[in-house]
């Protein structure tokens, strides 16, 4: 078993394979990050969240809307989304587009024809623009539950966020010198060994920080 690991770690095609599907993995996590992210560049609702006391608190991103600007003075836009069988609505206006960090909007919700209290508010530190709506109280814990798993990355806990980081931190920084023991196979094994430890700490600390503003979409 000691003989075919080594066997394994010793092939630089089981390093460079493992590494890309390692990135291919953390590229289609990095896309599912974005799409659970605030809503596009000039999209006045940026997100929402729904919330009650039954069904606590779910966060839906704006790329989810369905969006025009067919929307009753003096509103300016109109967002659509389908929520457990019911027709969410929401027109709205930001009355400082360029200075969205005031959430100085106005907006109104309808849940099919029955009207809901809305107002603009920001999730995290750095996000603005989100919909706050405060849901019947007809709907359930058991609705929230399935709301937060239908839309499941943008209802996930702070230390989620922080685990990814972690982990794509600490996936680069191996691969990474992994493979520079291949790199530096004709120097003596004290320069390999120095040259993987060496490489780990910009390697972990330039995948970090190449997540973090997917990641600050997320946390305060």
């Given amino acids: 078993m000691t003989i075919a690991i080594g066997k394994f770690l010793d092939n630089q095609k089981n390093a460079i394979g493992l590494g890309a599907l390692f990135v291919l993995l953390f590229a289609l996590l990095a896309y599912f990050m974005v799409q659970a ?7 006045e609702i940026q ?6 006391e039954q ?23 109109f967002c659509s989304i389908s929520l457990r069988g019911n027709n969410l609505s929401i027109v ?7 200075e969205p960090w005031l959430d100085d909007g106005e907006c109104q919700a309808f849940l099919g024809d029955k009207p809901l209290n809305c107002f603009f508010g920001s999730p995290v530190i750095g996000v603005h623009g989100y919909a706050y709506i405060d ?12 709301l937060r798993q239908r839309y499941f ?21 191996v691969f990474g010198a992994w493979n520079m023991w ?13 040259g993987m430890i ?3 700490v910009p390697l972990f600390l330039g995948s970090v920080w190449l997540l973090i503003p997917l990641i600050f979409q997320f946390v305060d």
Avoid at 68 to 73: R, S
Avoid at 153 to 169: H, K, M, T
């Fill in 37 to 43: 992210g605030p809503g596009p560049n000039g999209q």
């Fill in 47 to 52: 997100g929402v969240v729904a919330r009650s």
């Fill in 55 to 77: 069904m606590g608190w779910v966060k839906l991103s704006g790329r989810q809307l369905n969006c025009d600007a067919q929307a009753p003075e003096p509103y300016s836009t």
């Fill in 92 to 98: 709205a206006i930001q009355h400082s587009p360029d």
């Fill in 135 to 146: 849901m019947p109280d007809d709907l359930t814990a058991r609705d929230g539950d399935l």
């Fill in 153 to 173: 990355i943008e209802n996930r806990p702070e230390p989620f966020f922080l685990g990814i980081a972690i982990v794509f931190g600490i996936g680069t920084a």
């Fill in 182 to 194: 291949f790199l530096l196979k004709k120097r003596h094994i004290s320069v390999r060994l120095m």
């Fill in 198 to 200: 060496v490489s780990c």
